[in-house]
């Protein structure tokens, strides 16, 4: 009888509903297995005679009001930080400028505002793209003068345009969108047509 083992696995109302691109299926299936195999585990090193290992599990969450770190003054660098991608941690910190990149216009479409700030984050110090939560933060901390972006806007909106060749972004596994080289044109377009002109 010390040979046997008897485990039961029950979950209970489990309804899981992904969206997103056919590329992201093998990353998403890998993760969710990852997911049960960890729920698993304890029980196959009880069942082999081990002491289950204890994890523990930071906590790094933050409250929504905590989402902007307010502690510098004035136009200066700001920090956002939100859970956008997938749930991961992100920091931007963006300080513009409207002589490189210019301002975004108040004519142009949440999409084309969206890939103009995707070009200004890659040109600066953040090359690994954003996702729409990102990109609607850092648009409403920066440029408020040129309308407003949501979160859901951004994403359909990039979504609409990420799709087959003459696909303007990639929405990578994380969540995050980033530029083609399409898109790079596209953007350097909107920055030449809203940048300073250089007086001769």
């Known amino acids: 009888m010390a040979n046997k083992f008897k485990m039961k696995f029950k979950v209970t109302g489990l309804e899981l509903e992904i969206e997103g691109d ?3 299926i093998p990353l998403m299936t890998q993760n969710i297995g ?3 195999v960890g729920l ?12 289950p290992a204890v994890k523990k599990v930071a906590n790094d969450a933050k409250p929504a009001a905590q989402i902007e770190d307010k502690s510098t003054k004035g136009r200066g660098r700001r920090k956002i930080v939100n859970g956008g991608g997938g749930g991961s941690k992100s920091t931007i910190t963006l300080t513009p400028d409207h002589e490189r990149w210019g301002a975004p216009s108040q004519d142009w479409t949440g999409t084309e505002k969206s890939i103009w700030l995707l070009k200004v984050l890659a040109d600066g110090d953040h090359k690994g793209g954003a996702t729409a939560n990102e990109i609607a933060n850092v648009f409403a901390e920066h440029f408020q003068t040129a309308g407003k972006l949501t979160r859901q806007n951004v994403d359909s909106g990039l979504r609409g345009v990420a799709n087959g060749a003459d696909a303007l972004v ?4 994380t969540g995050k969108f980033t530029l083609t080289q399409k898109g ?14 250089a007086s001769v």
């Open 22 to 24: 056919r590329a992201d």
């Open 34 to 36: 990852s997911q049960f």
């Open 40 to 51: 698993l585990e304890p029980a196959a090193n009880i069942a082999e005679g081990e002491a």
């Open 170 to 173: 990639v929405r990578q596994g």
């Open 184 to 197: 790079i044109a596209k953007a350097t377009t909107l920055v030449e047509e809203v940048k300073p002109k």
